[in-house]
């Protein structure tokens, strides 16, 4: 008897999405606040368009251990936000496929269309060091589903953050033309990083320590700050190409299952 | 009868078929009650795409043996540690080429240090078994497993990072 007889094939795969069982199911826990579902959908769209981006990345990469690389990170990112979409209640694909860009409540660090390499690298460890700050200090949270995320996302972003601070050393601390690319993606970013301090700012003062680390070993300095920090749900306008891209099987063939 | 816990300990891993779950650690409890089955299994990784192969490996095998209608559970709490690995499971993923992992980091309640240089474990080769060998890539073929390379040997090996 072939074990995958009437699963594979008759399942009803979803030609988008994950057509899979909700990552949530079996798990006993009670329906979120409205408060909970909210904070549980900004950390997930903050990992689902970040893991766009890196997803973007896919046979671009300039070695193939980082395209390997890249591709681990943007996976977990998309696990973690299976788990935090579903935890808001509201159904993981149809938050993913169903949301106009403008509905999105992911911060602008995450949307910023993609660079060079020097640009993901910058954007990983400033996004990896915040995301980890938060992470850190949510495995203790009331809610034993977003406490369990957070123990499993911070050994995950741990590793992601600590890809990153190595490439910011070795190309910061490296060749004229690749200390001149760190520091361009360092200005064209830094702007966007007082959004994530108005977002958390219990996440502020071990964000500051560890990136004012990794710039000192790559001998970069922090731009002098001068963005405006943006709430969520104000938006780079280069989101609505992303999430265009990211819905544009499931808008064409709705419930399509191959 | 075979017992429903001893059917759902030969269900191997998707990805690493020379594996059980239960080698694994991802096979956590089962339980059996009037003849209903529930298995709870974890997942090593939130992102790992095997979650719903493992369920459906689990639910057909416990079936043909006699179980219909398994409950698969997801149990998210504690976190999946390569501790968990058994003793066997780390002799055969030694045999099928792969380094075993050593002592998982402990948890600590504050900041995660960062880790920049080479991870510090000594790591044997699984082909000739040198201790000489270096860190290619934090990351590789699967989510749990980083790239390494054997000074003695030459040869490339997969190794299960320490989580």
Known sequence: MDLYDDDLTGDGHWAFGTGFADPLAGIDAPPASPELAAYCLALGDDALVMSHRLQEWCTRAPELEDEVAIANVALDLLGQARLLLARTGRGEDDLAFGRDAAEFRSVRLAEAANGDFAHLVVRLLLFATWRLAILGGLRDHPDPVLAAIAAKGVKEVAYHRDYAAGWAIRLGDGTAESHRRMRAALEALWPLVPDLHADHPGARAEFETVVADVLARATLDAPATTGRAAPRGEHLPELADAVAEMQSVARALPGATW | ?163
């Open chain 2, 1 to 163: 009868m075979v017992t429903a816990r001893a059917v759902a300990e030969t269900v191997t891993d998707p990805e690493l078929p020379q594996l059980t779950l239960a080698d694994l650690g991802v096979l956590r409890d089962v339980a059996e009650d009037a003849g209903r089955v529930t298995v709870w299994i974890t997942p090593t990784y939130t992102g790992c795409p095997a979650m719903d192969a493992m369920r459906d490996d689990l639910v057909h095998r416990l079936a043909a043996a006699g179980y219909p209608g398994a409950d698969v559970r997801v149990v998210l709490s504690p976190p999946w540690t390569t501790d968990w690995i058994t003793e066997a499971g780390r002799r055969k993923l030694a045999a099928a080429g792969i380094a075993p992992p050593g002592p998982a980091p402990r948890p600590a309640a504050g900041p995660v240090p960062l880790a920049l240089g080479p991870t510090r474990a000594a790591v044997r080769c699984p082909q000739c078994g040198s201790g000489d060998t270096e860190e290619l890539s934090r990351f590789g073929a699967t989510a749990c497993r980083a790239l390494r390379r054997c000074r003695a040997c030459g040869e490339p090996f997969d190794h299960v990072k320490e989580i």
